[in-house]
């Protein structure tokens, strides 16, 4: 894993998907924020009429910051850590850099048209999976293009065993290319009615509860294969990289790359416990969940153990804090998880805000946290000057600490009250609570998540101009630095 | 073996996707057939209903509503019989839902009325004072795509074979005289129910409102 100075690596397509990084971030968290808001103050609905109300921009906050500022990340770390351990530049094939440029264009046109047509309300509605079929075919062509580019630069590389963090990456796209493709199966309406109706609108090829299975196979997966597999790729490459220490087991990264790729597939009925999925499916995902943890902390592991003996680099450098305490979210969320799966922990837990929550403290903890630490790294390699500002970087990372801590607390008590009201009877057994009751005791905990949505916005926000900042202004850097990032 | 992988990336390739890949046949493709049967005397939604249905998509309603009623007293007491596989049978997509910020829905068409929903929908307020919920006063406004809604009736007949008549054919002429013969009567019913008199009036123009078709939508869950 040592810097080949000989080579000169192409960050034309890393600079872009950065910039689309940090721009879907804002604006995902924004409208997250909002969102949020509405919930504690409902006349926050109506300030832009049915375009603005908590139901149509809900799907909004979750693709956007999913598909806009995750897979964004993923790319950008994919096109700059890609060429390093395969130890190829895009620059040597022409091709693949053209491929590269047409891929992340189709991926800014995709993402614009998601945006605006899940404005306007067109959507299929199966969650993380809104897009009409138009729009999924473009997504289908992004994706192989993706494929493409990686096979590529592995058919060119000079190094002939893959590092882990390729293992995931591919795990990533021959994840998401099937799950993807099966759920979104669906029959344009317009081609055959007669030439009748919207031409984007069509039907899913499921029903009812097979389409539920489906779509929760996907859904759960999902999670897996971007906020998971992909999150580790970069963690796997970043944390060694920044700190200067070897990956602590590669046995222990077999286990649980292996691991992963068999169990976590098998965990997506968990989110139709007390379903009208037959039981014994509901069975095996609560029992493949709760043996998920096993490769999860592995990997959480192997990465805290990486920093074994160097510990004194997390009280000095905000990026080492950065990703070690995105492990540890790691584990916090992948524990919580497959105690949310377990049947009756799930009968009290489902249908509440204890999995918003759940989702949170991975998402916000875990993967945004590990996104903005690449993201600076890179900037570095890639802009080729000093970090803005470290005092910021490390403003940000206490102040979405505390964001992230009280976005979770407040939800797990405002899930666990709401789930055992509804359930709650008197002497005589009767339901002792009307649903309403259940909605206004939750106001103070949605004002907090409210605060902690804002808390993290504000660090994004300095994210953002720290990044931006560096890249314009940072001190010029004559040599790349072999690890540990440089900042003011 | 997994040494010898790593250094051939296309078997590794094909390993990662047969270990991902068979997770799903085995939970997903035993009970395919057994759970697309409907249950006894289902009937497919009217294009009005589809039509309401899309509302209750363009609108997200699943970002704060269930339609799934699991079976514990609590949730029996409260939303009615717990929900079975077979009444999802000519849902596409399925509408379950994730969260609930508003209650459960499945078996709303037995207690409550039109002229309930149209109130709730214009204000939520008005009928529950403490409602987080957004009114939805566009669809009041918003003229519901019917000939969508045909279309997807069509499409399903012809490629699922839900059991449609023969009233549900392709092309513009059968739309035209499906709409005029069964979806304006059965939406103005609704709206005499609604008691709104714009509503009312726009229907008998020939034009229905969004909210029309979400109603007609909303009372057939039951």
């Known amino acids: ?488 | 073996m997994f040494h010898w992988l790593e250094k051939h990336p296309f078997f590794f390739a094909v390993f990662v996707f047969v270990v991902i890949a068979f997770a799903g046949l085995i939970e997903i493709l035993p009970n395919f057939a057994e759970a697309a049967r409907p249950v006894k005397g289902l009937k497919p939604y009217t294009v009005l209903q589809l039509a309401g249905k899309e509302v209750y998509k363009k609108d997200n309603c699943i970002a704060c509503h269930s339609q799934l009623i699991r079976p514990f007293k609590a949730e029996t007491d409260r939303y009615g019989q717990y929900s079975v596989s077979g009444e999802y049978a000519y849902d596409r997509p399925f509408l379950w839902g994730s969260k609930r910020t508003g209650p459960d829905l499945h078996r709303v068409g037995n207690y409550r009325t039109s002229d309930w929903h149209a109130n709730h929908m214009w204000d939520p307020k008005s009928v529950v004072p403490a409602s987080i919920m957004p009114a939805y006063k566009h669809q009041f406004t918003n003229i519901a795509d019917i000939e969508t809604a045909y279309a997807e009736a069509v499409t399903v007949k012809n490629v699922f074979g839900t059991p449609y008549g023969d009233e549900i054919a392709p092309g513009k002429a059968a739309y035209e005289k499906h709409l005029k013969e069964k979806v304006l009567p059965e939406a103005l019913k609704i709206a005499k129910e609604m008691k709104n008199k714009d509503v009312l009036a726009m229907v008998e123009q020939g034009k229905i409102p969004e909210i029309v078709a979400m109603i007609a939508y909303l009372n057939r869950l039951k």
């Open chain 1, 1 to 488: 894993m040592q810097s080949n100075a000989a080579l000169e690596y192409d960050y034309s397509v890393v600079k872009l998907y950065m910039w689309t990084t940090v721009i879907f971030g804002f604006v995902g968290m924004l409208i997250g924020v909002i969102i949020a808001g509405q919930l504690a103050w409902p006349e926050l609905n109506y300030w832009i009429g049915e375009y603005g109300t908590f139901s149509r921009l809900r799907p909004l906050h979750t693709n956007v910051v999913v598909y806009g500022f995750m897979v964004s990340g993923i790319y950008a770390t994919f096109y700059y850590s890609a060429q390093r351990v395969l130890k190829v530049s895009m620059g040597e094939s022409k091709l693949l850099l053209f491929l590269g440029k047409l891929q992340f264009l189709l991926y800014l046109v995709a993402a614009s048209s998601m945006v605006i047509s899940e404005g306007m309300g067109i959507t299929a509605s199966k969650e993380y999976a809104q897009m009409e079929w138009p729009l999924d075919l473009l997504i289908v062509v992004i994706w192989v293009l993706w494929g493409v580019i990686m096979f590529g630069l592995i058919g060119m590389r000079r190094e002939k065993s893959l590092y882990i963090s390729m293992w995931y990456y591919i795990a990533t796209f021959l994840g998401v290319a099937m799950l993807y493709l099966f759920n979104n199966m669906e029959v344009p309406t317009m081609f055959f009615s007669g030439g009748l109706g919207a031409w984007y609108h069509s039907v899913s090829m499921y029903a009812g509860t097979n389409d539920a299975l489906v779509q929760w196979w996907w859904g759960h997966n999902a999670v897996a294969f971007v906020f998971t597999v992909g999150i580790i790729a970069i963690i796997y490459y970043f944390l060694p990289k920044e700190s200067g220490q070897a990956v602590y087991s590669y046995k222990l990264s077999l286990l649980s790359f292996w691991g992963l790729m068999f169990v976590y597939l098998w965990a997506g009925s968990h989110h139709l416990l007390w379903s009208t999925v037959p039981d014994w499916m509901q069975t095996m995902g609560s029992i493949f969940s709760v043996v998920l943890i096993l490769p999860s902390w592995g990997s959480a592991i192997n990465m805290l153990l990486t920093m074994k003996g160097e510990w004194n680099q997390l009280t000095e450098n905000p990026l080492i804090k950065f990703m070690v305490l995105a492990s540890t979210f790691y584990m916090l969320s992948t524990l919580e998880g497959p105690i949310q799966s377990v049947k009756s922990v799930n009968a009290i837990a489902h249908f509440t805000d204890w999995i918003p929550g759940h989702v949170h403290d991975g998402v916000l903890g875990w993967v945004a946290f590990m996104i903005f630490a690449a993201l600076m790294h890179m900037s570095v390699r890639v802009f080729k000057r000093e970090i803005y500002s470290k005092s910021m970087l490390n403003a940000q990372f206490w102040i979405q600490t505390v964001a992230v801590v009280l976005y979770f607390t407040s939800m797990w008590i405002a899930g666990i009250t709401q789930g055992m009201m509804w359930r709650a009877v008197d002497e005589y057994g009767n339901l002792m609570y009307s649903f309403i009751d259940t909605v206004t005791v939750l106001h103070p905990y949605y004002a907090i998540r409210a605060i902690g949505g804002l808390l993290y916005l504000i660090g994004v926000m300095m994210f953002a101009y720290n990044f931006f900042m560096t890249a314009v202004s940072g001190r010029k850097l004559e040599t790349e630095p072999q690890f540990r990032s440089p900042m003011a």
